[in-house]
């Protein structure tokens, strides 16, 4: 392993352990400033074919390594990116936006998950199945599904790479990834890294590019892809689970969620505050599991608003570049837009402001950490996921009306409550439609825990050791003529 840090900025992409320009680039811009940050290739189906033809050829010498010497590769990679960490927080925060510390967070937690699957790989246990006939034997082994597509979004640049591509290379499968268009130089900077730990070529391939459609098009359609891994919006994930349909794929879908954040009337206020800050303004509230609607029973609602309120206001707002900021930029104009028609259409509907509100003086893509009371479920933000800094308050009376308005509506992602009944806390956990419940917690991610939704948030788990089975099938052997 080399002492020296590396340059990790990347403009190719990169197929089969080759950088390639491509025919076109594309603008790859830092949201804070509109600044141009590289021209990154813009690669189509064509390349895509290429690069599922050398994860196709790859396949078989990844696949006849143990896991073992699998671990020993994923392990450099996962020492190089912790050796790299600064350089790759500041590649996060410049194209993404999020504050260096949360991009420091995000590195940590994504190398977090080569180290586990990395040791995890090694425990793809088959089993033994008590045979009834006298003359056969039955058993299992579990084994890579083949070529792993994946498909990433822009909110964690680099995490939601590793947490599928970890698994996928631990249990041998080889990986075409396709990174989200705004948030490219992450990507390439682990393949950088992936080259340097020594994954042979064609393991892991990177196909950077705008024409989503296109490139989608091409992993889904062909038969050598067994598996999609995808983490995106609910209508796109629903789009190419239609387009898995004709070649029977395998799916890993992590999509869209409308977490609820109940505060119950026993709830440690300041406790649900800080849960509160942490589940919704984390990365300017623009994460799936984001609280996006705060439930708050009637005899404590005024306390906890002005409680949240003040927190709120106190949120340092400004770009990655400015130490101490809390508060980076959304990552487009259309998410900022998205943020301003939901306060407009609640406060139609009778909702009142008590922070923020409204675009950021620092301009550009900038907006106020907001707080709306007296929010209804009938208003738009208690209905779509707002992806942005907005804190809707929504007033229930009882425990019944608390776990009907957290289970209405077709997600089914994350959900949060806080409370220090116990019987109470057991039977909300029990009675939620979410994958991941946290229980006076906001911070429920950890590559140890099963990361996934239930309803339409998604299809699968990653992360735990269920995130490895996600990546296998099982193989029934039966040997007869004893
Ligand atoms: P977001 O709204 O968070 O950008 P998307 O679902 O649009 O969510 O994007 C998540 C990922 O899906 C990105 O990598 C994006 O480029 C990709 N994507 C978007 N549309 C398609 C499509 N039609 N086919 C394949 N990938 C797509």
Redesign the pocket.
Known sequence: MQSEPLSLLREQAYINGQWLSGQTRSAVCNPASGQLLAEVADLDAQDTRAAIAAAHAALPAWQALSAKQRATILLRWHALILQHQQQLADLISQEQGKPLAESLGEIAYGASYLEWFAEEGKRAYGEVIPSPFADKRLLTIRQGIGVVAA?????FPHAMITRKVAPALAAGCSVVL????ETPLSALALAALAEQAGLPAGVFNVVTGTD??A???ELTASPQVRKLS????T???K??MRQCADTVKKLGLELGGNAPFIVFDDADLDAAVQGALFAKFRNSGQTCVCANRLLVQDSIYTAFAEKLATAVAALQVGPASEPGMQQGPLISPAAVAKVQRHIANAVSLGAKVLTGGAAHARGGHFFQPTVLADVTEQMQVAQEETFGPLAPLIRFHDEAEAIRLANSGESGLAAYFYSRDIGRCWRVAEAIEAGMVGINEGAISTEVAPFGGIKQSGLGREGSRHGLEDFMEIKYLCFGGL
Request: hydrophobic content about 50%; aromatic content about 8%; cysteine-free.
């Open positions: 498909i990433t979004p822009w909110n396709k990174p989200a268009a989503a459609a490139i989608g098009g995808f983490t995106g919006s209508a796109v994930g789009l190419l």
